[in-house]
T-cell receptor, first 113, second 109 residues
């Protein structure tokens, strides 16, 4: 079955530690995205990538970093510079930059204490 | 600035019809999409309007009017499983998506 996997589902970290969230897709999609969702709020774009070895900052990129070394993988690192990292993180992919349909992974709920 | 506005919550009974409005202050987008998200789950794609007018997909319909900077999602024959959050989203150039804050739909028996 094609889809997007994110791991782990729940992640706990101490303040000051960097943490990397995994996102893998086997849909052969070119574009991949990372969103952050806070309780009762919409999705805010962190980073997006339209093609391997290229990525762009979204609206809230500060304190985050990404890489796109392979088409199927788009890991997100939440650095210690991110002031309020506790949130639900969603990875998505689409067939291309102008595709209107995004496919989402199950999400990773990160708690930093 | 660019923004999409939706009501925060709508409550309706089973079998009813609900309309979720999305007004926006943005331009130059490809189209308006709608997503459904159950508590703790992943958003799933429902509908897309590239052009003005009504798109129907089963019990759900979506509408766009670029001249009025307005769109809506219509949920008909409401079922308990329709209780979820619904988000409108626009796709700007180069794949940059912008989502509204979401509307919580509560369906009561």
């Amino acid at each position: 079955d094609g889809g997007i996997t994110q791991s782990p589902k729940y992640l706990f970290r101490k303040e000051g530690q960097n943490v990397t969230l995994s996102c893998e897709q086997n849909l052969n999609h070119d574009a991949m995205y990372w969103y952050r969702q806070d309780p009762g709020q919409g999705l805010r774009l962190i980073y997006y990538s339209q093609i391997v070895n290229d990525f762009q900052k979204g609206d809230i990129a500060e304190g985050y970093s990404v890489s796109r070394e392979k088409k199927e993988s788009f890991p997100l690192t939440v650095t210690s510079a991110q002031k309020n990292p506790t949130a639900f993180y969603l990875c998505a992919s689409s067939d291309g930059p102008s595709s209107y349909e995004q496919y989402f992974g199950p999400g990773t709920r990160l708690t930093v204490t | 600035g660019q923004s999409l506005e939706q009501p925060s919550e709508v409550t309706a009974v089973e079998g009813a019809i609900v309309q979720i409005n999305c007004t926006y202050q943005t331009s130059g987008f490809y189209g308006l999409s709608w997503y459904q998200q159950h508590d703790g789950g992943a958003p799933t794609f429902l509908s897309y309007n590239a052009l003005d007018g009504l798109e129907e997909t089963g019990r759900f319909s979506s509408f766009l009017s670029r001249s009025d900077s307005y769109g809506y999602l219509l949920l008909q024959e409401l079922q308990m499983k329709d209780s979820a959050s619904y988000f409108c989203a626009v796709c700007h150039s180069w794949g940059k998506f912008q989502f509204g804050a979401g509307t919580q739909v509560v369906v009561t028996p």
